[in-house]
């Protein structure tokens, strides 16, 4: 399956995106983020299936809640980042 993730800039953050996420029904995954996305050190990100990307994007602008990045998971095991 391939799924996006959501890179938050800390580990509250990424808990506060998962749990607003959880609440409208999508699921959502809190985990370190891999070091192919993380230029930063130590990072979190929430991973959530393709198909949720549209409705995760609307839940987390009303909830005040803006990515700090985007990646999409390629057949490959490769990440891409996506412009938000």
């Known amino acids: 399956m391939l799924y996006y993730l959501i890179v938050c800039r800390s580990l509250t953050y990424a ?18 983020s891999p070091k192919s996305v993380s230029t930063e ?28 990045r985007l990646f999409a998971a390629e057949n490959d095991g490769s990440y891409t980042e996506i412009l938000i």
Do not use: W
Not at 55 to 63: D, E, G, S
């Open 15 to 32: 808990q506060r995106t998962a749990a607003a996420l959880e609440r409208t029904g999508i699921s959502a995954r809190t985990l370190r």
């Open 41 to 68: 050190g130590c990072s979190h990100c929430v991973r959530i299936a393709r198909r949720d990307l549209d409705p995760a994007m609307m839940v987390l602008r009303q909830a005040g809640l803006e990515p700090k």
